[in-house]
């Protein structure tokens, strides 16, 4: 089986072109393949796919095995593979990935992508399409136990479901004990995406993720989309701001009278390989 490793901010995946290729069982395969020690290493699996209702399919798996709806970087290397290897020759094309259709603005230079600009639709706040296990109004910075702690937060879902906490510090968080205790809290029946956030300037924001089934990650497209709506909301930025992830920054637009959001970053190709499976 050939594949395809690719990184956006230091997220990686493993891509197969299933125009070409079969995967039978991709769970099974995400398990192995993501394995730093004994497989190719990455951050999950995405298979290529043809679609019915957009140029491309995009079929996201965690390190676990579950899926994934939605991942900001790892669209943008969609967009980057397809037309790197002759898939397309257009500079927009339409992604189906969650059953949603993202389009691609690529930024090609020297014959190749270099950065991808997403429509990463519009933010999610109603509690019982994030999914919240409370229903009602809005949950914009309110408090939540977790552990033995008190974290103010925000939910909301830009095609799965995060929270977002703002903090003093993003260094002084014990992402590995807190990380996963936000993941199974009982407010997220289908677990949760965590971004810990740091204020820097109104056009500026520090960021580090604990993404569910995955662990800490060195970038979340769509937690950075997250934590810029959150900022927003809270007052902490306008409508835009650049996001610093342990893998790099990605730049975040609102428009709030289309209520839509845009992502723009760079996407990576690492190396081709084949797999004997």
């Keep these: 089986m050939k594949f395809t490793k690719m990184q956006g901010c230091g997220n990686d995946y493993v891509y197969v072109n299933c125009f070409e290729e079969a995967v039978a069982d991709r769970p099974k395969l995400a398990r192995f393949v993501t394995n730093r020690n004994f497989g190719i290493g990455s951050d999950g699996l995405i298979c290529i796919c043809p679609s019915d209702v957009a ?21 943008r290397c969609v967009g980057k593979y397809v037309y790197d290897k002759g898939m397309t020759e257009s500079t927009r094309i339409t992604v189906e990935s969650g059953g949603s259709v993202r389009t691609l603005d690529l930024n090609v230079e020297d014959g190749k992508v270099k950065t991808v600009r997403v429509d990463m639709g519009s ?21 939540v136990i977790v552990g033995d702690e008190e974290y ?18 993003v260094e002084e968080i014990d992402i590995g ?10 407010l997220f029946p289908e677990r949760v995406n965590t971004e810990f956030v740091q204020i820097i ?9 604990w993404e569910r089934g995955c662990g800490e990650t060195l970038a979340c497209g769509t937690g950075a989309t997250a934590s810029l709506v959150a ?11 650049t996001v610093r992830l342990l893998g790099g920054e990605l ?6 009278e289309s209520n839509k959001l845009y ?14 499976i």
């Excluded at 933010?123 to 408090?143: D, H, K, S, T, V």
């Excluded at 479901?161 to 003093?168: C, E, I, L, T």
């Excluded at 730049?251 to 709030?256: D, L, P």
């Excluded at 992502?263 to 004997?276: H, I, K, N, Q, S």
Aim: net charge negative.
């Design 55 to 75: 140029d491309f399919k995009m079929d996201m798996y965690n390190i676990d095995g579950s899926s994934s709806q939605m991942c900001g970087n790892g669209i």
């Design 123 to 143: 933010p999610e706040l109603r509690p019982q399409y994030i999914p919240l296990a409370e229903r009602g109004r809005n949950f914009i910075n309110r408090p």
């Design 152 to 169: 103010f937060l925000t939910a909301l879902s830009v095609g799965n479901p995060h929270a977002v906490v703002f903090v003093s510090d």
């Design 177 to 186: 004990v807190i990380g996963p205790k936000f993941e199974k809290h009982p």
């Design 201 to 209: 300037d109104e056009n500026t924001l520090k960021m580090r993720v």
């Design 231 to 241: 900022a927003a909301l809270c007052g902490h930025t306008g409508n835009s701001a």
């Design 251 to 256: 730049f975040i637009e609102w428009n709030r």
């Design 263 to 276: 992502m723009t970053g760079p996407a990576v190709t690492v190396f081709d390989g084949e797999l004997y």
